[in-house]
């Protein structure tokens, strides 16, 4: 059986760049792997694949993207190529 204790896998893989709650950052964001914005980002964003925006995140941004998990705020365009995943969390305002 499950136990309760027992921690959920790992879903994203390796976060390889993590902007921090509290922290903010404006310019042009480029990756490979696994970022995660915790944090107030504005300006763009383009990455091959997965950029996680973590529920306490505030993102005014243009995104271009492998894959994204939305659990926050974000406003701009969004282009992923592979999906995007919108959680009940999330507020997306843009295309």
């Given at each position: 059986?499950?136990?309760k204790?027992?921690?959920p896998p790992q879903e994203f893989g390796d976060i390889r760049a993590f902007l921090g709650e509290g922290t903010s950052f404006s310019g042009t964001l480029q990756f490979e792997g696994t970022v995660r914005l915790d944090?107030?980002?504005e300006g763009d964003v383009a990455g091959s694949d997965?950029?996680?925006i973590?529920?306490?995140a505030a993102v005014r941004a243009?995104?271009?993207?492998g894959s994204l998990v939305v659990g926050g705020r974000v406003e701009g365009?969004?282009?992923a190529r592979k999906r995007v995943e919108i959680l009940p969390t999330a507020?997306?305002?843009g295309t």
């Amino acid at each position: 059986m499950f136990s309760k204790r027992a921690k959920p896998p790992q879903e994203f893989g390796d976060i390889r760049a993590f902007l921090g709650e509290g922290t903010s950052f404006s310019g042009t964001l480029q990756f490979e792997g696994t970022v995660r914005l915790d944090g107030q980002f504005e300006g763009d964003v383009a990455g091959s694949d997965l950029l996680i925006i973590g529920e306490t995140a505030a993102v005014r941004a243009d995104i271009q993207v492998g894959s994204l998990v939305v659990g926050g705020r974000v406003e701009g365009n969004i282009v992923a190529r592979k999906r995007v995943e919108i959680l009940p969390t999330a507020q997306v305002s843009g295309t």
